[in-house]
């Protein structure tokens, strides 16, 4: 039920921490700054290393043909899931999920996000309603907008939320609230002991969540 947002740049670093932390994490998410600190090959070695499903957050916003030659060598080398925005529509959303398993971000945490993108949200869930993603991105940081979605989504789509620890979220209201998943990065990962912050957060959520 915990996804560790493992951004930090150093591969030896990151494959440290995902050691630590394995036993008390379901997944682990690469970002663009793991990616580009240590190379594609990371979500490999995070994978061997771990034996956890990886989630390639790469926020794929592009033209269809753009979209699926990104996600085919991404899928290739061991990313499970890959997360997409919805917001640049179907066909571009399709042309990865033809390729692997998606997770479409249906809304954001940051206030940046209130301009655009959260105004659509009731769109994108009725669209991931349709394209049946493996999961959505809500926030975190705001349990009653997970909770929105939550009633209004297909109820086999898992919701991933974000914006817990660092970003002001709390696991357990999130997961209350209906998250599948929560998603913490530097309240883990920033830690001085990354093990044990994660078995902390293991211990506040489990028996809430089947994830
Ligand atoms: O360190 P922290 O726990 O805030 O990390 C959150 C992670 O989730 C980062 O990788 C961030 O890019 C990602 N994310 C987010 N909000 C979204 C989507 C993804 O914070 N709406």
Known sequence: MIILALDVYERDRALKIAEDVKDYISMVKVNWPLIIGSGLDIIRELKERTGLKII??????????????????????????????????????????????????????????LEFINPLTDKFIEMANEIKPFGVIAPGTRPERIKYIRERLNGEIKILTPGIGAQGGKALEAIKAGADYIIVGRAIYSSENPREAARRIYEEVKGWSSG
Do not use: Q
């Not at 794929?60 to 990313?79: F, H, Q, S």
């Not at 890959?82 to 997770?103: M, P, R």
């Open 56 to 113: 390639a957050d790469l926020k794929l916003a592009d033209i269809p043909n753009t979209n699926r030659l990104i996600a085919k060598k991404v899928y290739e080398v061991g990313a499970d899931y890959i997360i997409v925005h919805s917001f640049v529509g179907k066909d571009s959303v399709l042309a990865v999920k033809e390729i692997g398993e998606i997770i479409m971000v249906v809304e954001m945490s940051h206030p940046g996000a």
